[in-house]
């Protein structure tokens, strides 16, 4: 729970301080300083453990954005290092997607994708499932217009990785409960 809510703990642990150096500065008491200084310290331990500890949030947003980078620069065998062995989009096997995701990247050559709002809406490393919605923009070498959509995706875990087992796309800033077909992807 910390490491995902770590800002949170800082703006805790400021406040905590702040108010600590301010009832020092009214009554002198050196121990207010001391026990603001402490607060204080905390904040980089936090951090340090932050960084160190993995969250199950933070690997599945970090795939995501490792699949984003393995479709910008066209490693396909990078991108489906995230995807699940039970990977099934509309009736599509694994190998097949993977087959028209070659092709896909090949006849789009997208430039770059920006991930944005990246939210886990639901993960239990007990059932070994995990719900994800974020928004994303993609854009293609030929053309500077962006191409926004929402993606929402179901994750499971394989051997101790959280990997893609489906997803749907949505439009982004109207009817955004209704599903879309991106191009490229039957």
Known sequence: WFVDNAT???ILLG???AGLIAAWRFNQRVKFLIFAGFALAVIPIVWIAAELIGSDSRQLEQN???MAAAVETGRVNTLFDHIANDFDYKGLSRKALYDLTQQAIKS???REIRITQFKVDEVSRANKQA???F???AYAAA???PYPFVTKADFVLEDGQWKMKGMRFFKTFVNTDQE???PGIP
């Open 108 to 110: 789009n050559k997208i």
């Open 64 to 66: 995501v954005r490792d």
């Open 8 to 10: 949170g703990l800082y």
């Open 135 to 137: 928004g994303v923009t």
């Open 143 to 145: 053309d500077d217009r």
């Open 180 to 182: 879309i077909q991106l």
């Open 15 to 17: 406040v905590i301080a």
């Open 131 to 133: 719900k994800v919605s």
